[in-house]
């Protein structure tokens, strides 16, 4: 049986704080295509849960250790991703400390809520954070 279904990823908005005050949120610079900023995430790997993916991914990327918070969404659309038709689950967390590129994350930005470059981020992670934004 030859079965086609979307692959799976994970991305999440991770909120930074340092002494109990918001910094901001964390975005990577993608090293490989398509080139630009992005979430941190990545596919979810056989026998994998979504959540443990996220934190996965977060570590690997970012080198923080997040607290998964909520799920903002699932988001389907099978032109999302140029690479393919990508499912992702997306999730809100929370972290400390100071991000550290990793993984296929070439630089790691901490972006105020009001200074996302939002037409400089790739895949539909430009409308992931206006969801978020509008759901704050």
Do not use: C, Q
């Amino acid at each position: 049986m030859n079965i086609r279904t979307p692959l799976l990823a994970t991305d999440v908005v991770i909120k930074l704080w340092e002494n109990g005050g918001f910094r901001g949120i964390v975005l990577i610079e993608r090293l490989n295509p398509p080139k630009g900023l992005a979430l941190p995430g990545g596919f979810v790997e056989v026998g994998e849960s979504v959540e443990e993916a996220a934190l996965r991914e977060m570590k690997e990327e970012t080198g923080l250790e997040v607290k998964l918070k909520r799920l903002l969404g699932v988001y389907s659309d099978p032109s999302r991703d140029p690479r393919g038709h990508v499912v992702s689950v997306v999730f809100v967390a929370d972290a400390e400390g100071k991000p550290k590129a990793g993984s296929d994350a070439k630089l790691v930005h901490v972006y105020k809520l009001e200074e996302i470059p939002l037409d400089k981020l790739v895949f539909d992670h430009g409308k992931i954070l206006s969801d978020f934004l509008s759901s704050l």
